[in-house]
């Protein structure tokens, strides 16, 4: 059941295992993405070594696309912040303002840039995205406390059964720690228990949706 949906973020609860989840996760760094792999560096005169600068390019999210050969080019003589947007060739970058480097006036930097296809087991900048999941759980607690809960979360559904209100914790956003805490402060206790369903977040880091 899908609870959120974005161009760089999917959340959604599922009835699987964490073992399954786990291999899910782990399944990401088999698909392919696009990444700087090799740069030639023909003139430097900003404050950073040229591996500094090498190994900041790498991980420059490029937007995925069918290409056997590809090189960007970056070529900037003006004083301040070199960006990501500088760099110009067959392969767009994800994110325009991410900072390569600064140069002071009079200074240059000249790079050639090859780009190839890779997956995140072979190194971290062909990664695509990240995936992580909690374990959902039942939340009960004393009724009194619907309503200071409520001034922190005015929408959660709360229903009560008897003397006791029950939360379940499936929401994007983790709420069950901060719930004890008030039930703590209040003198009451919270029991939780696990639900056997997990909340699944699935983040893109740019290269495809």
Known sequence: EIITKKNNQL???????ESLANAVRR????????????????KNGSPLYDETIAHRMGLIPLKNKLVKNSELKLNSKKEGIVYSEELRGGVEVVYDKIPITTLNKGQELEITAS???GR??????FSPGLLFYRNISEL???????EEIK???????IQER???????DDQAKEIADLCEEICEKAGKKAESEETGELVITLESFGQMD
């Open 27 to 42: 399944s990401l760094n088999r698909v392919p993405t696009l990444a700087i792999d090799e740069v030639e560096i023909s």
């Open 120 to 125: 995140g087991s072979e190194h971290s900048k």
């Open 11 to 17: 959340v959604f609860k599922a009835s699987i295992n």
């Open 162 to 168: 008897g003397d006791k209100a029950i939360l379940i």
């Open 140 to 146: 009960s607690f004393d009724k009194s406390l619907i």
């Open 115 to 117: 780009v190839k296809h």
């Open 151 to 157: 001034k922190v979360y005015p929408e959660l559904k």
